[in-house]
């Protein structure tokens, strides 16, 4: 393999990692309604695209460059999951299902979280409910809190687009209308959160 075929090699790779991990930042960002940064990122990854695609097509007589998109195109997929959960964009709502409701809602409480408590029967009698709105990137937290008052607890966690769980001050209600071209519970929805 010639000097130029192995660079050409990595850079080919090193395009598809781009262009494959934007594309996965980007799918978040359009699932949770972030119109303007999906769009940015699909302008990057669209231009760094063409030319890996390019580059591979009009070197049909080096079958490694073909190699090079496929080994770039797996990289990319597995750095794109990486990096987006690391950044944690979003919010989720959790759903804590425990016998020590009050203790836990009292724990939670006093760690600075917004909780809901309802009441709950199953099979295995009454328990309590406590509805959870965090920041994704406070889950693990979460939990890691809740196992340690119940170990038992079982946790459910959903990712949500929107939520307006906020209590509103009379008078202070905001009016502005939403714009087409930022996400849904902009800034102004920030401090949300349940009671």
Request: glycine residues 8%.
């Amino acid at each position: 393999m010639s000097t130029s075929v192995f660079v050409t090699f990595w850079l080919i790779v090193l395009a598809r990692i781009t262009d494959v991990s934007l594309d996965t930042i980007r799918t978040v960002s359009v699932i949770q309604g972030r119109r303007v940064f999906a769009a940015v990122l699909g302008f990057f990854e669209a231009v760094v695209y063409i030319c890996a695609v390019a580059k591979v097509l009009l070197n049909m007589n080096q079958p490694v460059y073909a190699v090079a998109y496929g080994l770039g195109f797996a990289a990319g997929t597995y750095l794109g999951m990486v990096i987006e959960q690391r950044l944690a964009f979003g919010k989720q709502l959790v759903f804590l299902l425990t016998p020590k409701g009050a203790e836990l809602g009292q724990v939670l409480r006093a760690g600075d979280f917004k909780v809901a408590e309802l009441k709950a029967h199953t099979r295995e009698g009454d328990l309590k409910l406590l509805c959870v709105e965090i920041l994704r990137r406070e889950a693990q937290k979460l939990i890691r809190i809740a196992s340690a008052v119940d170990e038992r607890c079982v946790f459910i966690v959903n990712d949500i687009r929107r939520a307006d769980f906020a209590k509103r001050a009379a008078g202070k209600v905001d009016k502005r209308k939403r714009s087409w071209l930022f996400a849904l519970g902009g800034a102004h929805r920030s401090k949300g959160g349940l009671a």
